[in-house]
């Protein structure tokens, strides 16, 4: 009977490790651990005893971080830091607690177009929308239309496409939000938005590769159908 009900209890705590583990994908945490790794940031944090990588974020120890959309990777391998993990949750979203989160906010929707006129991290200056036809696709990439019918086939993928840089909001969340469009599309649906390290100017034309992230929450309201996520760019001076 003792040897019975100690496989129950083995059984129920295994169950509720692995419970806790799959809602372990949002929350808020101390961090003990913080490590800088090209464009990401590993932080180990206190409460909930796990590895977290988000977009580079400046946090030092002891600072408290909220996160969310936590993708859990069990013994991930960093080739940079020739090290392990064990589980890290690779997240969409992550700012230090005591951040203006309103301004963070207010500023990202400004990204997408709506919001006041006086900008507090946009750098903008008057750009015309491309017209249909002025920018030709990109040769095996993909256009902003491309991208916004088939969302749900290219969840989580790498896609590139030439397209105009109409607006850029710098710094919000450790990141540069950078408003896209190419001439396709119709409005509302005509414009993606690009999140990187790198800064580009309103005015270019550019070649955009990033991951391509779906139903992205950022609290307080604000969520976004579509996001392309670690974006690098390349110049395209002159369309062929």
């Given at each position: 009977?003792?040897?019975?009900?100690s496989?129950?209890?083995?059984?129920?705590?295994?169950?509720s490790?692995?419970?806790a583990?799959?809602?372990?994908?949002?929350g808020?945490g101390t961090?003990?651990?913080?490590?800088?790794v090209?464009?990401?940031t590993?932080l180990?944090?206190?409460?909930q005893g796990?590895?977290?990588?988000?977009?580079?974020?400046?946090?030092?120890?002891?600072?408290?971080?909220?996160f969310?959309?936590?993708m859990?990777?069990?013994d991930?391998?960093?080739?940079?830091?020739d090290r392990?993990?064990e589980?890290?949750?690779?997240?969409q979203?992550?700012?230090?607690?005591?951040?203006?989160?309103?301004?963070?906010?207010r500023?990202a929707k400004?990204?997408?177009?709506?919001?006041a006129?006086?900008?507090?991290?946009?750098?903008?200056?008057?750009?015309?929308v491309?017209a249909?036809?002025?920018?030709?696709?990109?040769?095996?990439?993909?256009?902003i239309?491309?991208?916004?019918?088939?969302?749900?086939?290219?969840?989580?993928?790498?896609?590139?496409l030439?397209?105009?840089?109409?607006k850029?909001?710098?710094?919000?969340m450790g990141k540069?939000?950078?408003?896209l469009?190419d001439?396709?599309?119709t409005?509302?649906n005509n414009?993606?938005?690009?999140?990187?390290?790198?800064?580009?100017s309103?005015g270019?034309?550019?070649?955009?590769?990033?991951v391509?992230r779906?139903?992205i929450?950022?609290g307080s309201g604000?969520?976004?159908k579509?996001m392309?996520e670690?974006?690098?760019f390349?110049?395209?001076?002159?369309?062929?």
């Amino acid at each position: 009977m003792k040897f019975i009900l100690s496989i129950l209890m083995i059984c129920l705590l295994t169950l509720s490790t692995a419970i806790a583990a799959e809602k372990t994908d949002s929350g808020t945490g101390t961090v003990t651990e913080a490590i800088d790794v090209g464009s990401y940031t590993y932080l180990r944090l206190k409460e909930q005893g796990i590895w977290i990588a988000a977009s580079r974020l400046p946090v030092v120890v002891g600072d408290k971080v909220k996160f969310s959309g936590g993708m859990e990777m069990r013994d991930f391998y960093s080739r940079t830091l020739d090290r392990t993990f064990e589980s890290v949750f690779f997240v969409q979203m992550a700012h230090r607690v005591g951040q203006d989160v309103d301004n963070i906010h207010r500023a990202a929707k400004e990204a997408e177009g709506h919001g006041a006129e006086n900008r507090v991290f946009q750098k903008s200056v008057s750009v015309q929308v491309p017209a249909p036809g002025e920018i030709p696709p990109l040769a095996d990439g993909k256009t902003i239309a491309d991208i916004l019918e088939g969302s749900a086939q290219l969840k989580d993928q790498s896609v590139s496409l030439r397209a105009r840089v109409i607006k850029v909001n710098q710094s919000i969340m450790g990141k540069n939000w950078i408003t896209l469009q190419d001439g396709t599309g119709t409005k509302p649906n005509n414009k993606l938005i690009a999140t990187s390290l790198e800064l580009v100017s309103p005015g270019d034309l550019v070649i955009a590769s990033g991951v391509l992230r779906n139903d992205i929450d950022l609290g307080s309201g604000y969520t976004y159908k579509v996001m392309l996520e670690n974006t690098t760019f390349s110049q395209s001076k002159v369309a062929p």
